[in-house]
């Protein structure tokens, strides 16, 4: 069975500082990782995904994330955070060996402060 | 292109109704998803279909049905609705292969009284 944990519910920070959200995996193989932000009262959009490679992935908006398989983690990452970045963060997987099936995290509310 | 779209964006029910949430997608993506989201809970995946005339159950698959006849449409049926169907659900397409990202419709927002 594969599953995601976003450990924190809320992250807050103050503008221009680091941001990072958290999420763990498991899987069976080895796994495709995905990071989707929901702003409200709309859909999911894609920021990032790994596949393999190299474990630093870059996405959209400036958002990065870091894969380490030995932690089994996918924590998304963002140098200078904007008071536009407050949002919904989900993290999602899916298991290579596996089905189509993909797999979120609770997500995790990010409010970023003026 | 349009991309995904959902019909309708509300909609209120009495227990024990039935209707249908549409879904269609104008990319040509082989893969859709329904998926429900409940506050604290994430996304859960319904039903999804790799391609027309395939279509499997997802994690909470009980009180839906679903039908793929076209590569661009998805409906998702309440057969009988429940006050635990009360949610918010979207609709995804992709293209083949598990390492694809989803695109996401702007969700219907259901509730059952």
């Known amino acids: 069975a594969q599953s995601v944990a976003q450990p924190e519910d809320q992250v807050n920070v103050a503008e221009g500082n680091p941001l990072t959200v958290k999420c763990t995996y498991s899987?069976?193989?080895?796994?495709?990782l995905f990071w989707y932000v929901q702003y409200p009262n709309r859909g999911l959009q894609f920021l990032l995904k790994?596949?393999?490679?190299?474990?630093l992935v870059k996405g959209s908006y400036g958002f990065e994330a870091e894969f380490n398989k030995s932690q089994t983690s996918f924590h998304l990452k963002k140098p200078s955070a904007l008071v536009s970045d407050s949002a919904l963060y989900f993290c999602a997987v899916r298991d290579m060996l596996g089905d189509y099936k993909l797999s979120f995290g609770a997500g995790t509310t990010v409010t970023v402060r003026a | 292109n349009a991309g995904v779209t959902q019909t309708p964006k509300f909609q209120v029910l009495k227990t024990g109704q039935s209707m249908t949430l549409q879904c269609a997608q104008d990319?040509?993506?082989?893969?859709m998803s329904w998926y429900r989201q409940d506050p604290g809970m994430g996304l859960r995946l319904i039903h999804y279909?790799?391609?027309?005339?395939?279509?499997d159950q997802g994690e909470v698959p009980n009180g839906y049905n679903v039908s793929r006849s076209t590569t661009e449409d998805f409906p998702l049926r309440l057969l009988s609705a429940a006050p635990s169907q009360t949610s918010v659900y979207f609709c995804a397409s992709s293209s083949d292969g598990l390492a694809e990202k989803e695109f996401f419709g702007p969700g219907t927002r259901l509730t059952v009284l």
């Open positions: 899987v069976s193989g080895n796994p495709y």
């Open positions: 790994y596949i393999t490679g190299d474990n």
């Open positions: 990319m040509n993506h082989e893969y």
């Open positions: 279909s790799v391609g027309a005339g395939i279509t």
